[in-house]
């Protein structure tokens, strides 16, 4: 059983008189263990696709299969709760909370899960020394370089063991050498089990995936295999 499937996903907004048709229908599945990139231009369909399988909006038409759950047509609290059980979100702007600690951000997915003070420290403390941060647990993100924020974010991505960790252009606020770190930590994330899926515009991002879903005008123009 594919870990997500999609089929004939559609999702239409109206603005004014006007109906957009962001997603015209997509079907597509994603296995347990893949790295896939969404790619996409602007305008494509692409976030809004992002924002479905991250159970952040619902569909207008179509199915959407999350490890075995049919999401597509959940009320907020149950979307909710599968958000924080079954995906990692790591963003563009890294949605840190200034005032607290690394250690204590990355704790924040274990809080809503009801985990003990302790255990959820140590799962914390474990997920930021697997992405390399283990000496700065104490440290808030103002302390950090956008690198090291970047990691503190795919940590808290990790600290619930998520089906997928869903990362949206992850490298967008980073220089070329930080990206490039981070998009090796993916690759090493990948090889370690992780479900990773990225939604970027940039093709050296794309190319870290082995397997590419190319969206235009709200439709899958192409599913590429890579290696």
């Not at 059983?1 to 109906?19: F, K, P, V």
């Amino acid at each position: 059983m594919s870990l997500l499937r999609m089929e004939d996903l559609a999702r239409s907004y109206e603005m004014g008189a006007e109906t957009v048709h962001a997603l015209r229908g997509i079907s597509a599945t994603i296995d347990r263990g893949e790295y896939v990139a969404i790619m996409g231009p602007s305008g494509s369909g692409k976030s809004t696709l992002m924002n479905i399988l991250g159970c952040l909006d619902t569909p207008t038409r179509g199915v959407y299969e999350l490890n075995g759950t049919d999401v597509s047509s959940l009320e907020e609290n149950a979307l909710a709760d599968i958000r924080n059980r079954e995906i990692g979100f790591v963003f563009q702007t890294f949605h840190l909370l200034p005032r607290v600690s690394a250690l204590r951000n990355v704790e924040m997915p274990l809080v809503y899960a009801g985990m003990d003070r302790d255990r959820r420290r140590d799962e914390a403390r474990a997920a930021l020394e697997r992405v390399g941060l283990g000496d700065r647990v104490g440290h808030k993100p103002n302390e950090m370089s956008g690198g090291q924020r970047q990691r503190v974010a795919v940590a808290r991505a990790l600290v619930n063991r998520p089906s997928i960790i869903l990362a949206d252009e992850p490298t967008g606020n980073l220089d070329s050498t930080t990206g490039d770190e981070i998009m090796t930590l993916f690759d090493e994330l990948w090889r370690g089990g992780n479900t990773m899926i990225v939604v970027t515009h940039e093709e050296e991002v794309a190319r870290h995936a082995k397997r590419i879903l190319r969206i235009r005008d709200g439709l899958l123009a192409s599913d590429e295999k890579i290696g």
